[in-house]
């Protein structure tokens, strides 16, 4: 069971760093552009559907969310990234890493919730 869900995080790092390079990353400043690949490198069990259980994200995911620019992340999330996370997830670890997402603003073309 272990070995399938570390395989399965790991083709998921995959596919998110594959798709944001399709989906035009490459094209974001560098900061945003690495900062991406770190919470996909760092993140990414917490952020993968199903929406439920929510995981608390780990001590260097948070490191991650507190060092990244959350809006260009945002920016660049795009249709075919939000098919391989869950945006309620990522909404919910930038909260409990202490960088909540402005209630009402957009995350790719996720709406943060007024809750």
């Not at 399938?4 to 944001?20: E, P, Q, R, T, W």
């Not at 094209?27 to 995981?55: E, F, H, Q, R, W």
């Not at 075919?80 to 009402?104: D, H, N, Q, T, W």
């Amino acid at each position: 069971m272990a070995k399938a869900l570390i395989c399965f995080g790991l083709l998921s790092l995959a596919m998110i760093l594959g798709v944001s390079s399709m989906a035009g990353l490459t094209t974001a400043d560098g900061d945003c552009k690495n900062d991406m690949k770190n919470l996909a490198t760092k993140c990414m069990p917490y952020v993968t559907y199903p929406p439920n259980p929510k995981i608390a994200p780990s001590k260097d995911c948070c490191g991650v969310v507190q060092k990244c620019d959350m809006k260009c992340i945002c920016d660049h999330i795009t249709k075919e990234i939000e098919k391989l996370i869950c945006m309620e997830k990522v909404v919910y670890v930038a909260y409990s890493c202490g960088r909540p997402l402005a209630k009402g603003s957009k995350c790719g073309s996720y709406q943060v919730p007024p809750i």
